[in-house]
Each structure stands twice: as structure tokens, then as C-alpha cells.
């Protein structure tokens, strides 16, 4: 399994954009399909985008497509959710998960990272 430690998450205005970051330790990083979930206070975790091994695929859920865009460089172990005009209901802790299928269900991710908050005010 890999070790993730997310970043980048804060206190942004509505309309506004951050980029989360996600680095992974070890070799493996390139074996992994790599996810970004997110949960809101009383809700539970929900896809939020995924992409796979090499970055050739992505997708998205429907609330983010069009806004955000996930992406990764193995090189640097890392993959990235670039997150524009963001919503008030965009308000979570966001996690990625590291995954040998290129899924969007939580339940086939291995690794997870510990969160990092994003807060979005009107």
C-alpha cells in the first residue's frame, strides 16, 4: 500500500478555486488508480473524481464535472483536483484513496489519506 498525505485545502469565497495536492510514498505509486472522495458533516463519503494509472482516463461526479480536474504526475508520486468556481455545497473534508481499479466506489480504494478541509463561503 501506499502512504497519502493530502494539502491545499482552506477557506476560499464562493466563485473562488484551490488546488488539493496528494503525495504517496513508495515505488508503487504508478500501480494505482488514484481517487478523490469528500464528506460534509452528517452525509456520507461521496466520489467526487478518479483517475487512472497512467492519467489517460479521468472522471467525475456530476456535481464537479466541468469545475474541477483531477490529475497526477508520477514522477513526483502526487496527484492533484484543481477545484474552480467553487460552491458553498462544495463545503467538505476531502480525501484521496489510492485503489488497484479504476473505480468510483470507495470501497475499492486501499489507501487513504487523512483529509484535508475545504470551506467554501457565500
Known amino acids: 500500500q501506499v502512504q497519502l498525505v493530502e494539502s491545499g485545502g482552506g477557506l476560499v469565497q464562493a466563485g473562488g478555486s484551490l488546488r488539493l495536492s496528494c503525495a504517496a510514498s513508495?515505488?508503487?505509486?504508478?500501480?494505482?488508480?488514484m481517487g478523490w472522495f469528500r464528506q460534509a458533516p452528517g452525509k456520507e463519503r461521496e466520489f467526487v473524481s478518479v483517475i487512472s494509472l497512467s492519467g489517460a482516463r479521468t472522471a467525475y461526479a456530476d456535481s464537479v464535472k466541468g469545475r474541477f480536474t483531477i490529475s497526477r504526475d508520477n514522477g513526483k508520486n502526487t496527484v492533484y483536483l484543481q477545484m474552480d468556481s467553487l460552491k458553498p455545497e462544495d463545503t467538505a473534508v476531502y480525501y484521496c484513496?489510492?485503489?488497484?481499479?479504476?473505480?468510483?466506489?470507495?470501497?475499492?480504494?486501499?489507501?487513504w489519506g487523512q483529509g484535508t478541509q475545504v470551506t467554501v463561503s457565500s
Open positions: 484513496g489510492g485503489g488497484r481499479y479504476y473505480s468510483g466506489t470507495s470501497s475499492t480504494f486501499t489507501s
Open positions: 513508495g515505488r508503487a505509486f504508478s500501480s494505482y488508480a
